[in-house]
């Protein structure tokens, strides 16, 4: 299964087919993007779409839970906004290579919080057969595909009381 692949399947416990969200954004649209999913996972597609001299800040940004503080119109300062997620991230490259592309200085705190799971091609351990990207794709894509989205703050919530 591919990069893009796996990502829809991790939406589709989460939102309709639109729920993974690209890089090519600004800083401060992934602000505004973030504080939408407070609560819930983040779904970005192709990392090597983001700013190489930014993407490393707005890691830290999503990772922390917080946007920008700003300037508000009559003087002080407007409250940021705020959010609680998790974010997934997939590419071509990663986080390091597309960082140093343009020969900026990645920290190791930052890879730490911008997950990027290998997709490996082939079945799942424990899998009976293999599931292709096209058989994976058509039911993802299906009319007929049933869209249950999981309310996760009460499942994180029940989850926290059982343990």
């Known amino acids: 299964m591919g990069k893009s692949t796996t990502l829809r399947v ?13 890089w090519r954004s600004t800083a401060n649209g992934l602000e505004s ?6 609560d819930a996972l983040l779904i970005l597609d192709e990392i090597g779409q983001a700013n190489p001299k930014e993407v490393g800040e707005v890691t830290y940004m999503l990772a922390n ?22 974010f997934l991230s997939s590419g071509e490259i990663g986080l390091r290579d597309h ?3 343009v020969a900026v200085k ?3 705190g930052q890879e730490i919080r911008c ?25 993802l894509h299906s ?11 009460a499942l994180l919530t029940r989850e926290r009381e059982n343990s």
């Open 106 to 108: 990645v920290r190791g």
């Open 10 to 22: 991790a939406a589709s416990v989460n939102g309709g087919k639109n729920y993974v969200r690209s």
């Open 65 to 86: 839970g917080q946007g920008k503080v700003r300037m508000a119109r009559a003087g002080g300062t407007r409250k940021p906004l705020q959010w609680r997620l998790l």
């Open 99 to 101: 960082m140093m592309s």
């Open 115 to 139: 997950l990027v799971p290998a997709i490996t091609h082939g079945t799942a351990p424990g899998a009976r057969g293999r599931l292709g990207d096209g058989d994976v794709g058509q039911a």
């Open 33 to 38: 993007i973030a504080s939408l999913h407070n």
């Open 143 to 153: 009319p007929r595909r049933p869209e249950h989205p999981v309310n996760q703050p």
